[in-house]
Protein backbone atom coordinates (compact mmCIF):
# COMPACT_ATOMS: atom_id res chain seq x y z
CA UNK A 1 0.00 0.00 0.00
CA UNK A 2 3.16 2.33 0.99
CA UNK A 3 4.44 1.45 -2.30
CA UNK A 4 0.88 2.74 -4.19
CA UNK A 5 0.76 5.95 -2.35
CA UNK A 6 4.51 6.96 -2.96
CA UNK A 7 3.99 6.12 -6.65
CA UNK A 8 0.97 8.37 -7.37
CA UNK A 9 2.55 10.84 -5.33
CA UNK A 10 5.36 10.52 -7.79
CA UNK A 11 2.73 10.83 -10.37
CA UNK A 12 1.32 13.69 -9.09
CA UNK A 13 4.73 15.65 -8.84
CA UNK A 14 5.65 15.01 -12.44
CA UNK A 15 1.97 15.76 -13.58
CA UNK A 16 1.87 18.79 -11.54
CA UNK A 17 6.07 20.02 -13.36
CA UNK A 18 4.48 18.68 -16.60
CA UNK A 19 1.96 21.49 -16.35
CA UNK A 20 3.91 24.34 -15.09
CA UNK A 21 6.49 23.45 -17.74
CA UNK A 22 3.79 24.01 -20.61
CA UNK A 23 2.39 27.45 -18.77
CA UNK A 24 5.39 29.07 -18.19
CA UNK A 25 6.85 27.77 -21.90
CA UNK A 26 7.35 30.61 -23.56
CA UNK A 27 6.89 30.84 -27.66
CA UNK A 28 10.03 30.98 -29.70
CA UNK A 29 10.52 34.16 -32.26
CA UNK A 30 14.03 32.93 -33.19
CA UNK A 31 14.83 29.26 -34.22
CA UNK A 32 16.41 27.84 -37.24
CA UNK A 33 12.91 27.14 -39.22
CA UNK A 34 12.10 24.59 -41.98
CA UNK A 35 13.20 26.39 -45.20
CA UNK A 36 9.32 27.41 -46.23
CA UNK A 37 8.41 28.60 -42.80
CA UNK A 38 11.87 30.73 -42.14
CA UNK A 39 10.61 34.09 -43.95
CA UNK A 40 7.73 35.67 -42.38
CA UNK A 41 4.77 37.56 -44.38
CA UNK A 42 3.94 40.63 -42.59
CA UNK A 43 1.41 43.26 -43.56
CA UNK A 44 1.72 47.50 -43.96
CA UNK A 45 -1.45 49.23 -43.36
CA UNK A 46 -2.53 52.55 -45.17
CA UNK A 47 -5.09 53.63 -45.20
CA UNK A 48 -7.40 51.68 -47.48
CA UNK A 49 -4.26 49.93 -49.10
CA UNK A 50 -2.26 47.56 -47.71
CA UNK A 51 0.79 45.92 -49.02
CA UNK A 52 1.80 42.27 -47.75
CA UNK A 53 5.67 41.37 -48.07
CA UNK A 54 7.07 38.30 -48.85
CA UNK A 55 3.82 36.83 -49.86
CA UNK A 56 5.69 33.15 -50.76
CA UNK A 57 5.52 31.60 -53.93
CA UNK A 58 7.57 28.75 -54.11
CA UNK A 59 7.14 26.41 -56.58
CA UNK A 60 8.33 22.22 -55.89
CA UNK A 61 9.28 19.89 -57.85
CA UNK A 62 10.06 16.77 -58.67
CA UNK A 63 9.57 15.87 -54.98
CA UNK A 64 7.93 18.20 -52.61
CA UNK A 65 11.36 18.14 -50.73
CA UNK A 66 12.62 20.08 -53.83
CA UNK A 67 11.71 23.72 -53.01
CA UNK A 68 12.11 26.35 -55.02
CA UNK A 69 12.10 28.95 -52.75
CA UNK A 70 10.22 32.97 -54.25
CA UNK A 71 8.89 35.79 -52.44
CA UNK A 72 7.16 39.50 -53.72
CA UNK A 73 5.21 42.22 -51.84
CA UNK A 74 1.94 43.36 -53.39
CA UNK A 75 0.08 46.22 -52.56
CA UNK A 76 -3.64 45.45 -52.41
CA UNK A 77 -7.48 47.48 -52.09
CA UNK A 78 -8.86 46.94 -48.93
CA UNK A 79 -12.36 47.58 -49.95
CA UNK A 80 -11.99 45.50 -53.48
CA UNK A 81 -11.91 41.78 -51.73
CA UNK A 82 -14.28 40.65 -54.84
CA UNK A 83 -15.31 37.19 -52.91
CA UNK A 84 -13.51 35.03 -50.30
CA UNK A 85 -12.69 31.38 -50.62
CA UNK A 86 -12.68 28.27 -48.30
CA UNK A 87 -9.82 26.02 -49.26
CA UNK A 88 -10.54 22.27 -47.71
CA UNK A 89 -7.77 19.54 -48.54
CA UNK A 90 -8.63 16.04 -46.65
CA UNK A 91 -5.09 14.28 -46.43
CA UNK A 92 -4.72 10.78 -48.26
CA UNK A 93 -2.67 9.40 -45.63
CA UNK A 94 -5.00 10.52 -42.50
CA UNK A 95 -8.86 9.93 -43.49
CA UNK A 96 -9.84 12.45 -40.65
CA UNK A 97 -7.35 15.41 -40.59
CA UNK A 98 -6.47 17.42 -43.62
CA UNK A 99 -5.88 21.56 -44.17
CA UNK A 100 -7.78 24.18 -44.34
CA UNK A 101 -7.16 27.76 -45.00
CA UNK A 102 -8.67 31.21 -47.28
CA UNK A 103 -8.21 33.23 -50.09
CA UNK A 104 -9.02 36.28 -51.39
CA UNK A 105 -10.05 37.10 -54.53
CA UNK A 106 -9.71 40.97 -55.53
CA UNK A 107 -11.68 43.20 -58.24
CA UNK A 108 -7.83 43.63 -59.72
CA UNK A 109 -7.72 39.84 -60.10
CA UNK A 110 -5.30 38.94 -57.65
CA UNK A 111 -5.31 36.12 -55.34
CA UNK A 112 -4.24 36.46 -51.78
CA UNK A 113 -4.31 32.75 -49.68
CA UNK A 114 -3.60 33.11 -45.66
CA UNK A 115 -2.55 29.82 -44.56
CA UNK A 116 -2.57 28.84 -40.41
CA UNK A 117 0.15 26.53 -39.41
CA UNK A 118 2.74 24.94 -37.06
CA UNK A 119 5.98 26.77 -37.59
CA UNK A 120 8.37 23.97 -37.34
CA UNK A 121 11.92 24.15 -37.05
CA UNK A 122 14.44 21.85 -39.31
CA UNK A 123 14.93 18.90 -37.09
CA UNK A 124 10.84 18.65 -35.82
CA UNK A 125 7.92 16.62 -38.62
CA UNK A 126 4.35 17.34 -37.52
CA UNK A 127 2.60 15.60 -35.03
CA UNK A 128 -0.63 15.40 -33.66
CA UNK A 129 0.52 14.27 -30.48
CA UNK A 130 3.12 17.23 -29.87
CA UNK A 131 0.87 19.35 -31.38
CA UNK A 132 -1.61 19.36 -28.71
CA UNK A 133 1.10 20.04 -26.30
CA UNK A 134 3.40 23.64 -26.88
CA UNK A 135 5.93 22.24 -29.38
CA UNK A 136 5.00 24.49 -32.47
CA UNK A 137 4.74 28.55 -33.00
CA UNK A 138 1.56 29.18 -34.88
CA UNK A 139 2.24 31.45 -37.64
CA UNK A 140 0.06 33.12 -40.45
CA UNK A 141 1.42 32.06 -43.79
CA UNK A 142 0.81 34.75 -46.75
CA UNK A 143 1.08 33.02 -50.20
CA UNK A 144 0.19 32.99 -53.81
CA UNK A 145 -2.36 30.45 -55.11
CA UNK A 146 0.30 28.39 -57.56
CA UNK A 147 2.55 27.91 -54.22
CA UNK A 148 -0.24 26.01 -51.80
CA UNK A 149 -3.21 25.12 -53.85
CA UNK A 150 -1.37 23.80 -56.63
CA UNK A 151 0.90 21.97 -54.78
CA UNK A 152 -1.48 20.16 -52.48
CA UNK A 153 -3.34 19.10 -55.84
CA UNK A 154 -1.05 18.52 -58.80
CA UNK A 155 2.20 17.19 -56.51
CA UNK A 156 0.47 15.77 -53.27
CA UNK A 157 -2.12 14.63 -55.11
CA UNK A 158 -4.97 15.18 -52.13
CA UNK A 159 -8.18 15.90 -53.03
CA UNK A 160 -9.01 19.97 -53.18
CA UNK A 161 -11.68 21.99 -52.90
CA UNK A 162 -12.20 25.54 -53.71
CA UNK A 163 -14.95 26.81 -51.81
CA UNK A 164 -17.58 30.52 -52.03
CA UNK A 165 -17.84 31.91 -48.66
CA UNK A 166 -21.45 33.28 -48.09
CA UNK A 167 -20.49 36.78 -46.20
CA UNK A 168 -23.68 37.69 -44.00
CA UNK A 169 -22.64 41.21 -44.47
CA UNK A 170 -20.46 42.90 -47.61
CA UNK A 171 -18.38 44.81 -45.33
CA UNK A 172 -17.11 41.37 -43.90
CA UNK A 173 -14.98 41.32 -46.42
CA UNK A 174 -12.58 43.86 -45.37
CA UNK A 175 -13.14 43.02 -41.79
CA UNK A 176 -11.98 39.69 -42.18
CA UNK A 177 -8.83 40.11 -44.26
CA UNK A 178 -7.93 43.40 -41.89
CA UNK A 179 -7.96 40.90 -38.96
CA UNK A 180 -5.97 37.88 -40.40
CA UNK A 181 -3.42 39.83 -41.62
CA UNK A 182 -3.21 42.23 -38.33
CA UNK A 183 -3.09 38.81 -36.54
CA UNK A 184 0.14 37.28 -39.37
CA UNK A 185 1.56 40.37 -38.05
CA UNK A 186 1.05 40.24 -33.94
CA UNK A 187 2.33 36.23 -34.16
CA UNK A 188 5.43 37.43 -34.90
CA UNK A 189 5.88 40.07 -32.94
CA UNK A 190 3.74 41.51 -29.95
CA UNK A 191 1.15 38.37 -29.16
CA UNK A 192 3.39 35.01 -30.37
CA UNK A 193 0.86 31.91 -29.94
CA UNK A 194 1.08 28.28 -29.77
CA UNK A 195 -0.12 26.12 -32.34
CA UNK A 196 -2.79 23.37 -30.89
CA UNK A 197 -3.73 20.23 -32.75
CA UNK A 198 -7.78 20.72 -31.01
CA UNK A 199 -7.80 24.35 -29.82
CA UNK A 200 -5.50 26.39 -32.12
CA UNK A 201 -5.71 24.68 -35.41
CA UNK A 202 -5.46 25.78 -39.05
CA UNK A 203 -9.78 25.06 -38.91
CA UNK A 204 -10.32 26.05 -35.37
CA UNK A 205 -8.28 29.79 -35.52
CA UNK A 206 -10.44 30.56 -38.95
CA UNK A 207 -13.65 29.97 -36.72
CA UNK A 208 -12.80 32.65 -34.45
CA UNK A 209 -11.84 34.67 -36.79
CA UNK A 210 -15.28 34.40 -38.55
CA UNK A 211 -17.18 34.73 -34.91
CA UNK A 212 -15.51 37.87 -34.42
CA UNK A 213 -17.96 39.21 -37.14
CA UNK A 214 -20.64 37.15 -36.24
CA UNK A 215 -20.53 35.73 -32.41
CA UNK A 216 -21.59 32.53 -31.87
CA UNK A 217 -21.76 31.58 -35.74
CA UNK A 218 -19.34 28.72 -34.92
CA UNK A 219 -19.39 26.09 -31.44
CA UNK A 220 -16.18 26.23 -30.39
CA UNK A 221 -17.46 22.69 -29.68
CA UNK A 222 -17.68 21.31 -33.22
CA UNK A 223 -16.10 17.69 -33.54
CA UNK A 224 -14.78 18.86 -37.71
CA UNK A 225 -13.03 21.98 -35.58
CA UNK A 226 -10.74 18.59 -34.56
CA UNK A 227 -11.11 16.42 -37.43
CA UNK A 228 -10.66 19.00 -39.75
CA UNK A 229 -10.85 16.24 -42.77
CA UNK A 230 -14.90 16.83 -42.32
CA UNK A 231 -14.47 21.13 -42.17
CA UNK A 232 -16.27 21.70 -45.31
CA UNK A 233 -19.33 19.91 -43.40
CA UNK A 234 -19.46 22.59 -40.64
CA UNK A 235 -18.86 25.59 -43.00
CA UNK A 236 -21.59 24.30 -45.13
CA UNK A 237 -23.72 23.89 -41.87
CA UNK A 238 -23.07 26.85 -40.55
CA UNK A 239 -24.01 28.85 -43.90
CA UNK A 240 -20.62 30.01 -44.85
CA UNK A 241 -19.99 27.92 -48.03
CA UNK A 242 -22.26 29.91 -50.67
CA UNK A 243 -24.30 26.99 -52.14
CA UNK A 244 -27.58 25.22 -51.74
CA UNK A 245 -26.36 22.15 -52.67
CA UNK A 246 -25.67 19.07 -50.18
CA UNK A 247 -21.91 18.34 -49.18
CA UNK A 248 -21.78 15.47 -51.44
CA UNK A 249 -23.03 17.33 -54.34
CA UNK A 250 -20.67 20.44 -53.70
CA UNK A 251 -17.57 18.46 -53.04
CA UNK A 252 -17.92 17.47 -56.85
CA UNK A 253 -18.67 20.98 -57.83
CA UNK A 254 -15.72 22.62 -56.20
CA UNK A 255 -13.49 19.73 -56.44
CA UNK A 256 -10.46 21.52 -58.57
CA UNK A 257 -7.89 18.69 -58.53
CA UNK A 258 -8.58 18.09 -62.60
CA UNK A 259 -8.70 21.58 -63.49
CA UNK A 260 -5.66 22.46 -61.54
CA UNK A 261 -3.75 19.42 -63.09
CA UNK A 262 -4.87 20.71 -67.10
CA UNK A 263 -3.91 24.21 -65.60
CA UNK A 264 -0.48 23.83 -64.70
CA UNK A 265 1.45 26.53 -63.49
CA UNK A 266 0.33 29.80 -65.36
CA UNK A 267 -0.19 32.82 -64.46
CA UNK A 268 -4.09 32.66 -64.63
CA UNK A 269 -4.01 29.00 -62.43
CA UNK A 270 -6.30 30.87 -59.94
CA UNK A 271 -8.72 31.61 -62.79
CA UNK A 272 -8.84 28.60 -64.89
CA UNK A 273 -9.03 26.60 -61.87
CA UNK A 274 -12.50 28.00 -61.00
CA UNK A 275 -14.41 27.94 -63.97
CA UNK A 276 -16.73 25.18 -62.19
CA UNK A 277 -19.97 23.75 -63.83
Known amino acids: MKFIKKFLLFLLVVLVLFVVWQVTKKVPLEGDWKQH ?10 GDKVTVKNVRNYR ?26 YVTEPFNENKVA ?15 AISIEARKTKTQEYSIWKGAMRTYPLVYVAADERDVVLLRANLRKDQ ?35 YNTLFANCTSAIAKHVNKLSPDRISNFSWQLWLTASADELALKTGLIDTDLTIEEARKKYNINAASEKAGDVPTYSQDIRRFK
Open 160 to 194: VYVYPIKLSKPENARLLLVDMLTTMNELTTTKPQW
Open 60 to 85: YGPTEADMHPAYYDRTYDLNGVKKIW
Open 98 to 112: GHTFVSFEFESGDFL
Open 37 to 46: LDVISTAEFN
